[in-house]
């Protein structure tokens, strides 16, 4: 069975702060990675899609990175701000069909 | 450009009831996933449409049940509902089956089932 970790599962910082958010996966032959955000009631908002392909992926703030050989990602945010307040998914794309989400972390960005 | 489009937003029902969920996919996009997310869990694959044709499933019973219309929009049915029902559900869609490409998400439909 195909698990994906998240940890930490909660994580509350100062604004300005630079994170690292952890997902492990034991799916060894993954597609693909993707990290959602996931505001509280809502849906969930694509961030970065890692193909297998590549090592990492960057957009503004946010960097993505995929470490297939060790079952690894990590999202690395730059300089937080009270706004990037959210619940960050990571989902291993297993096979072309489906996503294996983990459970997430919680991060709240106080001022 | 309209993004995956859900509904109703939200609904309530009673165990027993039957409940239909409707998605429509992003512009462009043919294939729709459907997933559950229970309070403080990550997202379950409930199954995916293609070509109008239910392609795969993850673990759920067969109280769930799908359809895919011609011009691409889904619908999740819910039979004999249970307590343990009660969830958000997600729709999903992707631009081609088999592409492992960026999958974008609906803002949900929350079920409470009392």
């Known amino acids: 069975k195909q698990e994906v970790t998240q940890i930490p599962a909660a994580l509350s910082v100062p604004e300005g702060e630079n994170l690292v958010l952890n997902c492990s996966f034991t799916d060894s032959a993954i597609y693909n990675l993707q990290w959602f955000r996931q505001d509280p009631g809502k849906g969930l908002t694509s961030l970065l899609l890692i193909q297998s392909s590549q090592r990492e992926q960057t957009s503004g703030r946010l960097n993505a990175s995929l470490d297939k050989s060790s079952g690894r990602s990590t999202l690395y945010i730059a300089a937080s701000q009270p706004g990037d307040s959210a619940t960050y998914l990571c989902a291993d794309h297993h096979n072309t069909d489906k996503l294996i989400f983990g459970t997430g972390t919680r991060l709240q960005v106080f001022p | 450009d309209a993004g995956v489009t859900q509904s109703p937003t939200h609904l309530i029902k009673t165990r027993g009831q039957q409940v239909t969920l409707r998605c429509s996919p992003k512009s462009g996009h043919d294939t729709v996933s459907w997933y559950q997310q229970a309070l403080g869990q990550g997202p379950q694959f409930i199954f995916q449409?293609?070509?109008?044709?239910?392609?795969q499933r993850g673990n759920f019973p067969d109280r769930f049940s799908g359809h895919q219309y011609p011009n691409y929009s889904s619908e999740l049915n819910v039979n004999a509902l249970l307590l343990g029902d009660s969830a958000l559900y997600l729709c999903?869609?992707?631009?081609?089956?088999?592409?492992?490409?960026?999958?974008?998400f609906g803002e949900g439909s929350r079920l409470t089932v009392l």
């Open positions: 449409y293609y070509e109008e044709e239910e392609r």
């Open positions: 999903a869609s992707s631009p081609k089956r088999g592409s492992a490409g960026e999958l974008f």
